[in-house]
């Protein structure tokens, strides 16, 4: 089954250029353009997560997230402008689960709407395997080679959100808002610190890693599965 996304924006170019995007990550896609139409989508199409837009016309995105919060505890991605701080404030005290800038990439939403299905436990595909390595998205388990690997929370956040992107680079700043949160506060090198834990975990040479790579500059992969065959 696919995830669900209910997408709440006014501007119709880039409701369907973002609908195109998630469309071809696997996602159903539902499009509202205003407040009204996104609170009854929300209540009959019974989403699996919402994407609000802030700065909508009839009754704003605050609001919205505001009568959400009523019925449905369904996760909520802000999204909105850079000079909007205040607005991302209250929202999150809303209940909003989390927020996106704009502009962002397509890449960036796709981890973040990822990570907080993941939260709530629903994700698009049961089981991957990339190698001697088997992740259990249901039941958050991880085996090599068939023996259980433990992983705690936060580093089988980072190898699912890895995953998630199959095979391509994952941004540092992407790993550590998907992982951490946005509101998060501390040394950043706490990713490369997780990094070096999975690797010891999963890797044959971690200092010679051929699963997880570092990406200079850039960030981390987790190779493909057909990389490995």
């Known amino acids: 089954m696919s995830e669900r996304i209910l997408l709440v924006e006014d501007d ?16 159903e896609v539902l499009q509202a353009f205003d407040g009204p139409e996104g609170l009854r989508l929300a209540k009959e ?5 919402i994407l609000l837009d802030l700065m909508l016309p009839t009754i704003g995105g605050l609001e919205v997230c505001r009568e959400i919060r009523r019925f449905s505890t369904v996760p909520i991605l802000m999204v909105t402008a850079r000079g909007e701080e205040t607005e991302r404030v209250i929202g999150l005290e809303l209940g909003a689960d989390d927020y996106i800038v704009k502009p962002f990439g397509t890449r960036e939403l796709i981890a973040r709407i990822r990570a907080n299905l993941r939260r709530v436990g ?51 700043s992407t790993l550590f808002d998907s992982v951490w949160g946005t509101d998060w506060v501390g040394d950043h ?17 971690p200092a010679q890693p051929k ?16 990389e490995l065959k």
């Not at 990339?130 to 039941?139: H, L, Q, R």
Request: glycine letters at 6%; hydrophobic letters at 45%; proline letters at 3%.
């Open 189 to 205: 090198r706490t990713l490369d610190v997780h990094i070096r834990w999975l690797r010891e975990k999963l890797e044959e040479q």
């Open 122 to 172: 629903f994700v698009e595909k049961k089981e991957t395997k990339f190698g001697t390595i088997a992740i259990d998205f249901s039941k958050r388990e991880v085996t090599r080679n068939g023996e259980p690997v433990h992983l705690p929370f936060r580093e089988f956040e980072l190898l699912a959100a890895l995953a998630a992107a199959k095979g391509a680079v994952v941004e540092r």
């Open 12 to 27: 119709a170019m880039i409701s369907d250029a973002l609908s195109y995007s998630l469309s071809k990550e696997g996602f």
């Open 211 to 226: 699963l997880i790579l570092t990406i200079r500059g850039v960030g981390y992969r987790l190779v493909a599965a057909e």
């Open 45 to 49: 199409a019974e989403p699996h997560l």
